[in-house]
């Protein structure tokens, strides 16, 4: 699924831990401790060296995200400080680093349904009563007599179609009240009505026919579009018409671990998920009716690719679009980056991959590079090998633990998080590949985007002198993980330690 509401075609490029009862004792003394400091795999590298980074001439123009210079760096924690403290804050739950979304209500009494909260869309659609399939009713559907609030919209602008990379939904246009509630004060609309946020006569789509594929295989109802407030349909433009924010500003926060939720925060930003001292970048938006900035090239090891060169001005417009999973360019421009990072899918050559950056205008015209290391721009997986495992049943249900299990094996899979997709106007789309690395705020009033480094929950800020855990084995800090989260591991995992005490298995992290 390519979550934005535009006709596109999407492509994909080519592409140990001991048991021992002696060593358990140590790694649950020093559990808590590693909690906070376990090094992460989604750790920037920023860039040292400009070397062969600009044009000549150019070097006082361009400054990495992680620089830390002091003007900047005090001018960006003033605004993030301004910009602190959302009306409401709704949680994102991560589907395997590839979508991301949260629940809102329609109609009076409130219908709740989940959706993509998507910066490329600016059309709202859920599942309607009308659609009668199995990939409708598998979802939670809106019910025109349901709502004391519902209005029909004209006939002649009563339907209408999406197209997206792997399917098709159609619909029939309707309007009705739109409610967020807090995720932590107001949970499923059962809380403090306080902590509420609601848009009236929000016009949205009830789909009457959704292809099975993808829709029928993934968790959420629909799409919820964000895009800015010049595009007529968006949630954007009737927040900001109904003036339900005192600041038409919305901050996201897209988590790299599947088991933890990310956010979004209506009317500020969560400052807790961005780096210490991280400075904030503005840049200007180039189209008033999308968060479209002005890319001006992509470098693969410092080293530019001049993907932009023969654009006007320079310049590929790239939409900030959380509703999709990757970072992808059109053909004709993507192939100079995908030639230069070509990943094996069993994860072989991953630490032999460069760094990228994508290089952005900021609201002045300053370059600013954004650097994403191989491990943060490739999704990583397990793949259980076929013909392999086998589980004792009695009839048709499973035995555990019995004597004739056989673990199956697992291998690592990786696969690349940037790709290949035609959109109209031949635009760069800066997915949630680019997104998990830094947290994004939208800010509709001035028609900016920020940047800040994220901070995720494995990410240490800073080495406390004189640890004593900074010497231990990478085993004995799975073991602690593993004694703190047994939930969190695989399932053949766990039986294999269960059924075989004492001997040595595999761990899978």
Not at 9 to 38: F, I, K, V, Y
Request: glycine share 10%; proline share 7%.
């Amino acid at each position: 699924l390519r979550s934005a509401s535009e006709r596109v075609t999407c492509h994909t490029p080519p592409s140990r831990s001991d048991g021992n009862a002696s060593r358990a004792a140590p790694a649950m003394g020093l559990a808590q401790e590693l909690l906070a400091h376990l090094p992460t795999h989604l750790h920037t590298h920023f860039l040292d060296s400009h070397e062969d980074q600009v044009q000549e001439g150019d070097d006082s123009a361009v400054h990495q995200a992680g620089d830390q210079d002091p003007s900047s760096s005090l001018r960006g924690m003033e605004d993030l400080k301004k910009l602190e403290g959302g009306t409401v804050r709704v949680d994102l739950l991560n589907n395997n680093n590839s979508q991301y979304y949260g629940d809102f209500a329609l109609g009076n009494p409130p219908q709740r349904f989940t959706a993509v909260f998507d910066t490329g869309s600016g059309i709202t659609w859920v599942p309607g009563s009308q659609c009668k399939s199995d990939t409708c009713s598998e979802h939670h559907q809106f019910s025109v007599d349901g709502s004391k609030s519902f209005e029909e919209l004209e006939p002649q602008r009563a339907d209408g179609t999406i197209h997206y990379g792997t399917g098709q939904v159609e619909y029939a246009d309707g309007r009705d009240t739109l409610t967020f509630c807090d995720s932590h004060s107001d949970p499923g609309c059962h809380g403090v009505q306080a902590k509420r946020l609601k848009v009236q006569s929000q016009p949205f789509g009830m789909s009457t026919n959704q292809t099975d594929y993808p829709f029928r295989i993934l968790p959420f109802d629909g799409i919820l579009g964000l895009a800015p407030s010049a595009s007529g349909g968006s949630v954007v433009h009737a927040l900001k018409n109904s003036h339900a924010l005192d600041r038409n500003v919305f901050g996201v926060y897209l988590s790299e671990d599947t088991h933890r939720s990310g956010s979004i925060s209506f009317g500020g930003i969560e400052r807790a998920h961005i780096a210490p001292k991280s400075p904030l970048t503005w840049h200007k938006i180039q189209n008033d009716q999308e968060w479209s900035l002005a890319m001006k090239d992509i470098l693969v090891d410092g080293k530019p690719l001049h993907i932009c060169d023969d654009r006007p001005d320079g310049v590929c417009p790239a939409v900030v679009d959380t509703g999709s999973s990757l970072i992808t360019g059109p053909s004709g421009e993507v192939e100079k980056l995908l030639s230069k990072v070509r990943l094996k899918d069993d994860c072989s050559n991953l630490a032999k991959l460069p760094n990228v950056s994508i290089r952005i205008a900021d609201k002045d015209g300053v370059l600013t590079d954004y650097p994403l290391t191989p491990q943060e721009y490739t999704l990583k997986s397990l793949d259980e090998v076929p013909q392999t495992g086998n589980s004792e049943y009695l009839k048709e249900f499973p035995v555990l633990g019995g004597s004739g299990d056989t673990v199956p094996e697992v291998r690592p899979r990786c696969d690349p998080g940037l790709g290949v997709m035609d959109v109209p106007g031949r635009k760069w789309v800066i997915g949630d590949t680019f997104l998990r690395r830094y947290y994004s705020i939208y800010d509709d009033d001035r028609g900016l985007v920020g940047f800040a480094k994220s901070i995720h929950p494995d990410e240490a800020t800073a080495s406390s002198p004189g640890r004593e855990d900074a010497t231990m084995s990478p085993e004995l800090k799975k073991e602690a993980q593993a004694m703190l989260f047994p939930w969190a591991l695989p399932p053949c995992w766990r039986r294999s330690k269960q059924a075989r005490p004492g001997r040595a298995s595999q761990h899978f992290f």
